[in-house]
């Protein structure tokens, strides 16, 4: 994995962020102000497991590093989430032929876990070849991901992977304008509040808003979210939140693949996931604030995985951890499960409820990372609350294999939506698949 350069980080030392005005947010239109200063009101009431204190971790042990000074934003930042501070051009790659152009970008969007106001984050923003239609390129806003938690592991820094870059240049070939957000402290302050899906939701809004607005002639606002693993939580986030949060956002549709998403109160029992990804949720913020945090009760070999989670990515803390041995969560804790269960924040949670839009979710029956019968809870909770899901399950594909193939029935999904067709919910026909079956390695980016 490409880490990007790196250099020695911040100070461990915390620090307020300020919200106030700035003169840019002046060009957006009253109407849409007024509209979003409401939708902030709605998102104050709903941000129950934000912390209190309202100010935001910073320095080292919050995975900081210093990339470059297009990642950090001065103080005043404006008030409004969604606003555009800057862009630049984003390093080509050759899996990413179709795009016109590729940006940078830097945007606002409301810390919620920390609940200290207005914080920059940062993603990409891709165009299509060619002229844009009349009304205005079609927007994917895609969510990636596993990749890390310091801010080496942002793709707006590093570049995508060979799979996520196909990917996304798959979505440019059909016409679409593809923004994808780093998520909150991935390549911005403060830590990564990993799998938060009412946090990482909020980042891909925001990303969306900021690059419509922006570019209001070459964008129109007919929104899609979609996202893999990580990202899956963080789309069906974006498009639960869209209505309350960002009311001017026409989200028509959202894409889940290998789908993360807990629904406690759903129809079907799922024991809490304990997986080694779980060690970089508790690194970064997935801990509650009133009790010990991840440095007090990691063992020995935990600190280490702990270092290694601060300041590279995923495949050197996997690395690290055939090295040390560590293949349990449990050993990497020097406290009991029993005691961690009570320490945690339930970030990948999700109240029942309707999303309000029609929802696609793919599933590789030889997922062994998010294991279909997990994804098939999730999709069976979804459907209890009344939610319009589609879910299509791809034999011989495993975690990353169902992101590529699911693409065609995606586009087709999206297609279907986008001319006002009928999207007709499986709801009906779903039932309980066994364990992961047989991965194939003829498939393209099939690894798990």
């Known amino acids: 994995m490409n880490m990007g350069r790196m250099s020695a980080g911040t100070s461990g030392s915390r620090f307020p962020v300020r919200r106030s005005a700035m003169s840019a947010w002046a060009v957006v239109p009253a109407m849409t102000r007024a509209t979003l200063k409401c939708a902030a009101l709605a998102l104050t009431a709903m941000a129950g497991v934000a912390a209190a204190q309202g100010r935001l971790p910073l320095g080292t042990a919050a995975g900081d590093r210093e990339l470059s000074s297009f990642y950090r934003a001065a103080d005043p930042l404006p008030s409004e989430p969604g606003v555009l501070l800057r862009e630049e051009a984003m390093p080509a790659q050759p899996e990413i032929d179709a795009a016109s152009e590729g940006r940078r970008i830097l945007y606002?969007?409301?810390?919620?876990?920390?609940?200290?106001?207005?914080?920059?984050?940062?993603?990409?923003?891709?165009?299509?070849?060619?002229?844009?239609?009349?009304?205005?390129?079609?927007?994917m806003a895609w969510a990636h991901g596993t990749l890390g938690i310091a801010d080496a592991c942002a793709p707006s820094w590093t570049g995508f992977r060979p799979r996520d870059a196909t990917y996304i240049n798959r979505w440019l070939k059909a016409g679409f304008v593809v923004v994808v957000t780093d998520y909150q402290g991935l390549g911005g302050p403060g830590?990564?509040?990993?799998?938060?899906?009412?946090?990482?939701g909020r980042s891909v809004l925001d990303s969306v808003r900021s690059v419509i607005a922006a570019r209001p002639r070459q964008l129109s606002n007919r929104v899609f979210v979609a996202g893999q693993s990580q990202g899956s939580g963080a789309a069906a986030g974006a498009a639960r939140l869209a209505r309350e949060y960002a009311p001017e956002l026409n989200v028509l549709g959202a894409v889940a693949t290998g789908l993360v998403s807990t629904f406690p109160e759903g129809p079907?029992?799922?024991?809490?996931?304990?997986?080694?990804?779980?060690?970089?949720?508790?690194?970064?913020?997935?801990?509650?604030?009133?009790?010990?945090?991840?440095?007090?009760i990691v063992s020995d070999r935990g600190r280490q995985l702990l270092e290694a989670a601060r300041s590279g990515c995923t495949g050197d803390v996997v690395r690290l951890a055939r090295k040390l041995r560590v293949s349990d969560l449990s050993e990497a804790l020097s406290i009991p499960m029993e005691r961690l269960a009570e320490l945690r924040i339930p970030v990948t949670d999700m109240p029942m409820g309707n999303i309000g839009v029609p929802l696609l979710v793919g599933t590789g029956l030889a997922d062994a990372t998010?294991?279909?019968?997990?994804?098939?809870?999730?999709?069976?909770?979804?459907?209890a609350a009344g939610n319009n899901v589609t879910w299509n399950r791809y034999e011989g594909h495993g975690h990353d294999g169902a992101l590529h193939?699911?693409?065609?029935?995606?586009?087709?999904?999206v297609h279907a939506v986008l001319e006002n067709k009928t999207v007709s919910s499986n709801c009906s026909e779903i039932a309980q698949p066994g364990p992961?079956?047989?991965r194939r390695e003829d498939l393209p980016f099939n690894d798990d």
């Open 191 to 200: 830590p990564h509040p990993y799998l938060n899906w009412q946090a990482e």
């Open 405 to 413: 193939g699911s693409f065609d029935d995606s586009l087709a999904f």
């Open 108 to 139: 606002t969007s409301t810390d919620v876990r920390w609940n200290s106001g207005q914080i920059p984050v940062s993603g990409t923003l891709y165009l299509p070849a060619g002229k844009a239609p009349a009304e205005g390129w079609p927007v």
């Open 436 to 438: 992961p079956g047989k």
């Open 370 to 383: 998010i294991p279909p019968v997990r994804q098939y809870a999730a999709v069976s909770a979804l459907c």
């Open 268 to 296: 079907v029992s799922q024991p809490v996931r304990n997986s080694s990804n779980m060690f970089l949720s508790f690194a970064a913020g997935g801990l509650r604030d009133d009790g010990p945090q991840i440095d007090d």
